[in-house]
């Protein structure tokens, strides 16, 4: 296999008039092997760096119709030589050809490459161009590496066996060798090999009707091609596959995101994954992803792409902003699962339809999508409205499976009193779901009047009987005198498969400050003390300070074991030095152990200003349980590290 060392670069060098002229380089070149005629394999791009004497040659692959995929040795200062490219735009002048096969087809499109965000830990970099290319096909980073000894189709615009600059796509197959960090080791029997000019040039392999992107060219011997001397033709190509995240972010998605907590890789130490919103493809199927971040000793590791919507076949379209993602161990294994309440189109006869998904955990760093229940199913009464649902989780019949509880928003009742209801979607522990009423709030006496907008759902076993109850943080009207107040209910599971709301908390007797605004509450639960029954967190907005800073607290209702709740403050970002500044708008938070220490922290999926350039940034923060009642911020992950 060839080393950094010795392997052939292959950014093939070009004079004034497109002439190559010899390397001295040390590591990748263009792909000797069949000419490529397909259409649907025109995400290669053909790149033109530098002028004149300077002039180089590279290969790509169109991930986006405005970004790049290539090899970061394609803009060194010495071509095809390791060392760092500066962000932004390219020292030399880049342009890129593609839209075909054939550079000089009708269809064939240049675009100016226009700024340059390179990975730190391999040698890829994100080229984008001055403007987005439509009608052009693009292909989708794989999510999984290749297995030993599989075929990938390896393409460039770089040299041939006969041809210095032939201007037509060509391809062959390589076998993997192995996989190693972020390289791809290459083989090949034939003669055929990587040449100059096709660094930054794609691997791929075919899944069903689409090309999934292996890697990207790096090194080569160059065995095969025109004025080498050299047989070997084995190569090394950087991985994509792992890291997905990472090429979507910077193509500026996902454009929304929802954090979900719970341990994902089965190893006792909670994780985070987030569901993304991708937008729409180029086709214009909507299309959404699952991100999982492996928690490591209080940090996250960079996130890893568990599903994508596009690979689901026959229905790859999934819309993120019809979709309520919550989280449990659906099939009883260990890993957490995610499961989607789900927003269909109305049936033909006007009734509301909505269906749950299970993105069921494979334990392997991938999830698949599984329905588990469909409203149209259900009788007699089969109008289920997604928009008046708020999904939780929990083991609601203490079988250990997870079950979907369902707070639901029904009309008034005729005499105007608000009607709230909860559903429980019990788990049948063979993939599906049944629908079953657990609470209504009419009849509850003396008030029977529960207002579905005024109540955010959260779960946990608040009686330590071992079965899930539900917790209602409630917006009151406000006192007399003007206080916000802020209540929170139980509705304690019976074990019949019943509830009984009771009321647990009331901000109208805290004292001296009584006032709790619950429109600036987000809650969440855990069991913040150790002592076996679930408690309430709230991250709670404050007023900025005189001096403009964002001010957020974290206030715990530490459960009293006795149906009571009592309000203590756990951390205040006024405290934290040197940046006391912190945006509870900006802020989405989860719960886990993310230490191991048996106690619950709380982790902040974070919305940071964009980077100078234009990119959207994001930081997960964990506010980790000090286990006397405090709690302390620490950065676990950046998206601009």
Known sequence: MPTSRRATVIASLLTTGLTAALITAQPTQAVVGSTVTDPSQAFTVNLRIGEGEEARKCSGALVD???????????????????????????????????????????????????????????????????????????????????????????????????????????????VASVSGSEIHLSTSGASGICKGDAGGPSYRAVEDRYQLVAIHSRSWGGGCLGSNETRTDAIDTRVDDISPWIHQIRGLPAQDVPLGGDFTGDGEDDIAVFQDYGKTPAGANRSALWSYEGAAGAFKDPRTAWDSINDSPDSSFNWDASKPVTGDFNGDGHTDIGILYRNANTPDGRARTTLWTLTNNSDGTHTRTKAWDSINDSPDSSFNWDASKPVTGDFNGDGHTDIGILYRNANTPDGRARTTLWTLTNNSDGTHTRTKAWDSINDSPDSSFNWDASKPVTGDFNGDGHTD????????????????????????????????????????????????????????????????????????????????????????????????????????????????????????VTGDFNGDGHTDIGILYRNANTPDGRARTTLWTLTNNSDGTHTRTKAWDSAS
Request: hydrophobic share 30%; proline share 7%.
């Open 470 to 589: 539900i917790g209602i943080l409630y917006r009151n009207a406000n006192t007399p005198d003007g206080r916000a107040r802020t209540t929170l209910w139980t509705l304690t599971n019976n074990s019949d498969g019943t509830h009984t709301r009771t009321k647990a908390w009331d901000s109208i007797n805290d004292s001296p400050d009584s006032s709790f605004n619950w429109d600036a509450s987000k809650p969440v639960t855990g069991d913040f003390n150790g002592d076996g029954h679930t408690d309430i967190g709230i991250l709670y907005r404050n007023a900025n300070t005189p001096d403009g800073r964002a001010r957020t607290t974290l206030w715990t209702l530490t459960n009293n074991s006795d149906g009571t709740h009592t309000r203590t403050k756990a951390w205040d970002s006024i405290n934290d030095s040197p940046d006391s500044s912190f945006n509870w708008d900006a802020s989405k938070p």
């Open 65 to 175: 119709p405005q970004w790049v995929l290539t090899a970061a040795s394609c803009f060194a200062s010495s071509p095809g030589q390791s060392g760092t490219v500066t962000p932004g735009a390219p020292a030399l002048k880049t342009v890129a050809t593609l839209g075909q096969v054939k550079l000089t087809g009708a269809g064939a499109v240049e675009r100016g490459v226009v700024d340059l965000v390179p990975r730190t830990d391999r040698d890829l970099v994100m080229a984008k161009l001055a403007s987005p290319v439509l009608g052009v096909p693009t292909v989708d980073p794989a999510l999984s590496p290749p297995s030993k000894d599989s075929t990938v189709k390896a393409a460039g615009f770089g040299r041939t066996r006969s041809e210095w600059v032939p201007g037509q796509l060509h391809a062959t197959d390589y076998t």
